[in-house]
């Protein structure tokens, strides 16, 4: 990669690091993303990681669901013109803009109750993969990792919560995700005897 040309010019040093930062991105901070995000709701809310379990064909839909819930992505773009006006605000050249692609999923008028997880919702294409030309091309990868995930988490602690007096708290870069999760599990609820973190 660090040879290759485009239309035989040669990559630039900010090209090749935007190149390894989306791949860093796209391979590791979104799935962890969703799964932080979602653990953290489903600790709130057991009946939901019940329900995700209920049938053979609970989990799928209930990972969409998340997914359109915690849709982590947040593509941005740099101004390439001196300056642009948007909504009253003045972006200059080479000012990063970020689309949180979270927002296009808690539209009111294409999703009901947006900002409630629904595992039972209507089943509709959600952006957690973005569209078109710049659709995340290891979308199966990701649904399988955390199709893989929650069914291990499910198998090893069918039961926990988060700890007490440790709040978890949202953060917004080039992926929208949660930090500091602190789950606890009783004893005997694990494949291995023990509580934990």
């Known amino acids: 990669a660090l040879d290759a040309e485009i239309d ?3 990559l630039t040093d900010l090209e090749l690091f935007d190149m390894f930062l989306l791949m860093m991105l796209a391979g590791l901070d979104t799935v962890q993303s969703v799964l932080a995000q979602s653990m ?3 600790a709130q809310h057991p009946e939901q990681w019940d329900a995700m379990f209920e049938t053979p064909d609970s989990l799928e839909p209930a990972i969409e ?3 359109r819930w915690a849709a982590p992505a947040v593509p941005t ?3 390439v013109h001196d300056s642009v006006d948007v909504a009253g605000i003045t972006l200059t ?3 990063r803009v970020h689309f949180p692609l979270a927002v296009a999923n808690r539209d009111p008028q294409y999703y009901p109750q947006p900002d ?3 595992f039972d919702r209507e089943a509709k294409p959600h952006l957690a993969f973005g569209l078109g030309p710049h659709r995340c091309v290891g979308l199966h990868l990701a649904r399988l990792e955390l199709k893989i995930a929650f069914t ?3 198998r090893r602690i069918p039961k926990f919560e988060l700890v007490a007096g440790v709040e978890p708290h949202e953060h917004l870069g080039l992926a929208w995700g949660v930090e500091n999760v602190h789950l606890t599990f009783p004893a005997g609820t694990r494949e291995t005897e023990g509580s934990g973190r």
């Open 93 to 95: 050249k080479g000012e």
């Open 77 to 79: 773009r740099t101004v």
């Open 40 to 42: 953290v709701y489903l």
């Open 116 to 118: 409630e997880v629904n």
């Open 8 to 10: 035989g010019k040669k």
């Open 152 to 154: 291990e988490l499910r």
């Open 65 to 67: 669901e998340l997914l």
